[in-house]
Structures are given as structure tokens and as C-alpha cells.
């Protein structure tokens, strides 16, 4: 896969997986598991460039007496998470025509 669109495609798996409540880093590797394989080094990657893109807010709180990093999403993710799905639609297009064609050989 494009290396361009992957990076695309996780930040908005991120961005989905902290959509509905903040999570921090262990929980959203386990909550994309099913889905997708991710490195703590991969997703805090990401996370700092969404931070940096003011798509997430991060504030620390004490669990079980370590300090943890939470994850808010804020409005610039949430548009980021619509625009992906409006141009989705496109590469799905794309791509049964060219499913299309392939079949017409």
C-alpha cells in the first residue's frame, strides 16, 4: 500500500477510535486490533502529529499512581474524520471500475 495513504488511513483509525470518549495510548492499540496491527512507536508517531495538527488535546492524569496521557478529539478531527469519509466514497468508485474492468477481460 502507497505509503501516503496509509499514514492517511491511521491517523483517521486514531481519530475514530477517540471519537465517542478520550482514550489513551494501550487502549486504542487494543481497540484497533481487530482491525488494524499497530506499534506503540507507530501510534504515538501519530498521535504527536495530530496533536501538532490541532486535531487532538492531551492532558495527563494520575492511574493507579503512574501518570497516563490522555487523548481528546477536537472539532479540526472530527471534520478530518467527515472529509475522509466523503473522499472514501471516491476510492470506492475508483475502485469498482477498475474491479469493473478487470472482470471485462
Known amino acids: 500500500m502507497d505509503n501516503q495513504l496509509k499514514r492517511g488511513l491511521l491517523d ?18 487494543k481497540d484497533l486490533k ?3 496491527e499497530l506499534s506503540e512507536s507507530t501510534l504515538y508517531t501519530i498521535l504527536k502529529r495530530l496533536e501538532a495538527a ?4 492531551v492532558r495527563t492524569a ?7 496521557k490522555y487523548y481528546h478529539i477536537r472539532d479540526a ?6 472529509e475522509f469519509m466523503e473522499e472514501w ?9 477498475v474491479a469493473k474492468e478487470i472482470e471485462d477481460e
Request: net charge neutral.
Open 62 to 68: 494520575e492511574h493507579e499512581g503512574r501518570l497516563r
Open 77 to 82: 478531527g472530527r471534520r478530518r474524520i467527515e
Open 12 to 29: 483517521v483509525c486514531v481519530l475514530a477510535a477517540i471519537r465517542n470518549e478520550d482514550s489513551y495510548g494501550y487502549k486504542i492499540i
Open 89 to 97: 466514497k471516491e476510492v470506492i468508485s475508483i475502485y469498482q471500475f
Open 34 to 36: 481487530p482491525y488494524i
Open 54 to 57: 490541532d486535531m487532538l488535546d
